[in-house]
């Protein structure tokens, strides 16, 4: 057959899709897949057996990374290979992972059925703990297999409730016995939502990111001086969740100080002990900050270390910082952002070039190779959340995409 006409199953993608969003479905339409948690075991296991279905010789790394791999005409040519991840945010979306990892088991089944024979092996891979918010940081695993990130440390890393990455890699029987380790590949693709209102706003079809921002990540540690709220007078409290308050509004206002192109956001604080009648004596929240710029991020970062001794200062409330994670703008292979675009226009879709704001494995396997990604429209451009949503027809025309730009890499000698 002439492999140009090859088209992936749309019905089949759909379904996949379907199948994998009951598991951590929650009420209000989204899922809870937790990395390592009993739902990222059960989604795990439903896709390892999707992979011995067709065939596929299947690995899991210690980092719990699992790779299906399909042997090439010439087997020992380094591969191409594509996926994502099944791990999801509290109360997160339905697609944001997962359809990276169903629209290259899509192509593969493609292949598959279809009895194609390319001259490089292909391979799809899920990686562990792409969102970081169960265990900072995100994508984890991926880097540790780039060699960028230590496989001790990673396994080191607690949740809130004390569990160790480790133990509970161990404990829903993903510790595998390969190295986490990088072998030579020849593209790495990976499929995902936009996250963000750029391709809907516009009405084109497939986003082609040129690369992803810098992410950073810290976190901040305050001590007050707790005590009975009604006898104490205002004057003279060490009030940990107001300094926090105060530092929270310099990150708030850090990207136009700053000027250039940055978001910074605090997500995540705990306050303790918190007791409506007791003055919080802890709080602990995290920072992130993005740009394309990796010194405004980190200038930013100097800045607000400076706000932030301010306010604790002003609050008598000692704090101490950490530099969890630091992972550097991507600029991704022009060579593969070009055959993205080339193939979204064979395929008769509207494409755009764009930069990608959230984070994705594919960061780290692009400081090892070529990498690329393509994006598909998020409707009203929510994402993280439980109403994101993407259209089946989206869906399908990014794994042809994706499909195409595969067999084309696979090919190449
Ligand atoms: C990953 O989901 C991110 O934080 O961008
Ligand atoms: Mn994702
Ligand atoms: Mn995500």
Same mark, same amino acid.
């Given at each position: 057959?002439?492999?140009?006409?090859?088209?992936?199953?749309?019905?089949?993608?759909?379904?996949?899709?379907?199948?994998?969003?009951?598991?951590?479905?929650?009420?209000?339409?989204?899922?809870?897949?937790?990395?390592?948690?009993?739902?990222?075991?059960?989604?795990?296991?439903?896709?390892?057996?999707?992979?011995?279905?067709?065939?596929?010789?299947?690995?899991?790394?210690?980092?719990?990374?699992?790779?299906?791999?399909?042997?090439?005409?010439?087997?020992?040519?380094?591969?191409?290979?594509?996926?994502?991840?099944?791990?999801?945010?509290?109360?997160?979306?339905?697609?944001?992972?997962?359809?990276?990892?169903?629209?290259?088991?899509?192509?593969?089944?493609?292949?598959?059925?279809?009895?194609?024979?390319?001259?490089?092996?292909?391979?799809?891979?899920?990686?562990?703990?792409?969102?970081?918010?169960?265990?900072?940081?995100?994508?984890?695993?991926?880097?540790?297999?780039?060699?960028?990130?230590?496989?001790?440390?990673?396994?080191?890393?607690?949740?809130?409730?004390?569990?160790?990455? +480790?133990?509970? /890699? @161990?404990? %829903? $029987?993903?510790?595998?016995?390969? *190295?986490?380790?990088?072998?030579?590949? #020849?593209? !790495?693709?990976?499929?995902?939502?936009?996250? +963000?209102?750029? /391709? @809907?706003? %516009? $009405?084109?079809?497939?986003?082609? *990111?040129?690369?992803?921002?810098?992410? #950073?990540? !810290?976190?901040?540690?305050?001590?007050?001086?707790?005590?009975?709220?009604?006898?104490?007078?205002?004057?003279?409290?060490?009030?940990?969740?107001?300094?926090?308050?105060?530092?929270?509004?310099?990150?708030?206002?850090?990207?136009?100080?700053?000027?250039?192109?940055?978001?910074?956001?605090?997500?995540?604080?705990?306050?303790?002990?918190?007791?409506?009648?007791?003055?919080?004596?802890?709080?602990?929240?995290?920072?992130?900050?993005?740009?394309?710029?990796?010194?405004?991020?980190?200038?930013?970062?100097?800045?607000?270390?400076?706000?932030?001794?301010?306010?604790?200062?002003?609050?008598?409330?000692?704090?101490?910082?950490?530099?969890?994670?630091?992972?550097?703008?991507?600029?991704?292979?022009?060579?593969?952002?070009?055959?993205?675009?080339?193939?979204?226009?064979?395929?008769?879709?509207?494409?755009?070039?764009?930069?990608?704001?959230?984070?994705?494995?594919?960061?780290?396997?692009?400081?090892?190779?070529?990498?690329?990604?393509?994006?598909?429209?998020?409707?009203?451009?929510?994402?993280?959340?439980?109403?994101?949503?993407?259209?089946?027809?989206?869906?399908?025309?990014?794994?042809?995409?994706?499909?195409?730009?595969?067999?084309?890499?696979?090919?190449?000698?």
């Amino acid at each position: 057959m002439d492999l140009s006409d090859l088209r992936v199953n749309g019905e089949r993608l759909r379904a996949s899709l379907e199948e994998m969003a009951k598991i951590g479905a929650t009420p209000g339409g989204g899922v809870q897949r937790l990395t390592l948690s009993d739902e990222d075991k059960r989604a795990r296991d439903l896709f390892v057996g999707r992979l011995e279905e067709i065939d596929l010789e299947v690995t899991v790394d210690e980092m719990g990374n699992i790779f299906g791999r399909r042997p090439g005409k010439n087997d020992e040519l380094p591969p191409v290979f594509s996926g994502s991840h099944i791990d999801s945010q509290p109360k997160g979306g339905r697609f944001d992972g997962i359809l990276g990892v169903m629209g290259a088991l899509e192509v593969m089944r493609t292949l598959h059925e279809n009895n194609v024979q390319t001259e490089r092996p292909v391979l799809i891979v899920d990686w562990t703990n792409e969102e970081g918010s169960r265990f900072a940081p995100a994508m984890v695993a991926s880097g540790v297999w780039a060699g960028k990130l230590d496989r001790d440390w990673a396994y080191s890393r607690t949740d809130r409730d004390g569990k160790v990455f +480790g133990e509970e /890699l @161990e404990r %829903i $029987g993903y510790k595998g016995s390969a *190295p986490a380790k990088a072998w030579p590949f #020849h593209a !790495y693709y990976e499929l995902h939502i936009e996250q +963000g209102p750029v /391709l @809907e706003s %516009i $009405g084109k079809t497939i986003g082609i *990111p040129k690369g992803i921002l810098c992410l #950073h990540w !810290y976190d901040v540690y305050i001590e007050g001086k707790a005590n009975q709220v009604g006898p104490t007078p205002m004057e003279g409290r060490n009030d940990a969740l107001c300094a926090a308050a105060e530092m929270i509004l310099a990150v708030q206002s850090v990207p136009a100080r700053m000027g250039g192109n940055m978001v910074a956001t605090v997500g995540e604080i705990q306050n303790y002990p918190n007791s409506r009648n007791i003055i919080p004596d802890g709080v602990h929240f995290t920072v992130d900050i993005r740009s394309w710029d990796d010194h405004l991020a980190i200038n930013a970062w100097e800045q607000l270390k400076i706000d932030f001794q301010a306010a604790a200062g002003k609050n008598g409330c000692p704090i101490r910082f950490e530099e969890t994670w630091r992972v550097e703008h991507t600029p991704f292979a022009e060579k593969l952002v070009g055959l993205l675009a080339q193939k979204a226009e064979a395929l008769g879709y509207s494409s755009h070039h764009m930069v990608s704001g959230a984070g994705h494995d594919a960061s780290y396997m692009n400081m090892l190779g070529d990498a690329a990604m393509i994006f598909i429209p998020s409707i009203g451009g929510r994402s993280h959340v439980e109403v994101e949503n993407s259209t089946w027809e989206d869906c399908e025309s990014g794994a042809n995409v994706l499909l195409h730009c595969m067999i084309e890499s696979a090919n190449e000698v």
